[in-house]
């Protein structure tokens, strides 16, 4: 069993930064593929980033790609996802998820457990 807990959303201008922090308790986070996934008002869940359990391999949407940048710590069983040049379609509750797998995987199905978002804003 693994539990997630999100933190570091906000409200930031266009073009600021922010770093999700993801908090997981269990004893096999290093075990698990861990990813970020966003969802808007009225909009479907989408995938944004996630990383093997090594951190060896990372996987971005390519809305995101080459502005955000998906990181772990196994020592601290946190996982970062570190949000630059952020955009005003950016706004969304970004959830934190682990794999059933120690590889990174885009598929929401493909996900045992979630976090219970946190909001990120940016204004225009």
């Known amino acids: 069993q693994v539990q997630l807990v999100e933190s570091g959303g906000g409200l930031v201008q266009a073009g600021g930064s922010l770093r999700l922090s993801c908090a997981a308790s269990?004893?096999?986070?290093?075990?698990?593929?861990m990813g970020w996934f966003r969802q808007a008002p009225g909009k479907e869940r989408e995938f944004v980033a996630a990383?093997?359990?090594?951190?060896?391999?990372?996987y971005y949407a390519d809305s995101v790609k080459g502005r955000f940048t998906i990181s772990r710590d196994n020592a601290k069983n946190t996982v970062y996802l570190q949000m630059n040049s952020l955009k005003p379609e950016d706004t969304a509750v970004y959830y934190c998820?682990?794999?059933?797998?120690?590889?990174?995987?885009?598929?929401?199905?493909?996900?045992?457990?979630w976090g219970q978002g946190t909001q990120v804003t940016v204004s225009s």
């Open positions: 990383i093997s359990w090594s951190g060896a391999i990372r």
């Open positions: 998820a682990a794999a059933g797998r120690a590889g990174p995987t885009v598929v929401d199905v493909e996900y045992d457990y």
């Open positions: 269990g004893h096999t986070f290093s075990s698990h593929g």
